[in-house]
């Protein structure tokens, strides 16, 4: 027998909510780790943004995404927003000193 179209949507809504809450979850814990680097390269004078490291990241991240399935655009777009927070993190950690 075929699911009600409205109970289909509310299935798919409740995978959706609980994927938005492992995704805000995860996205706390990264948050936690960069915060404890930001302190680091504040206390030791490291610059806030390492490049190299970044370029590294985007190469994996776009190759994970494509294995998934992704758009590796979305994935390196996605990336770039959240380094740009961390930035601004490091660089009001490394001002607070
Ligand atoms: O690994 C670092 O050095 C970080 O500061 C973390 C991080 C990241 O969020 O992944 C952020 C900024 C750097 O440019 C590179 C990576």
Do not use: C, Y
């Amino acid at each position: 027998m075929n699911e009600d179209p409205t109970t289909t949507l509310m299935r798919l809504r409740g995978s959706i909510d609980n994927i938005d809450a492992a995704l805000i979850h995860l996205l706390a814990e990264r948050f936690k780790a960069t915060k404890q680097v930001g302190q680091l390269k504040a206390e030791h004078g490291m610059p806030p943004s390492d490049p190299a490291r970044e370029e590294q990241q985007v190469a994996r991240l776009r190759r994970l995404a494509e294995e998934a399935d992704l758009d590796p655009a979305f994935a390196e777009k996605w990336f770039n927003f959240v380094v740009a927070e961390v930035i601004r993190h490091h660089t009001a950690a490394a001002d607070a000193r």
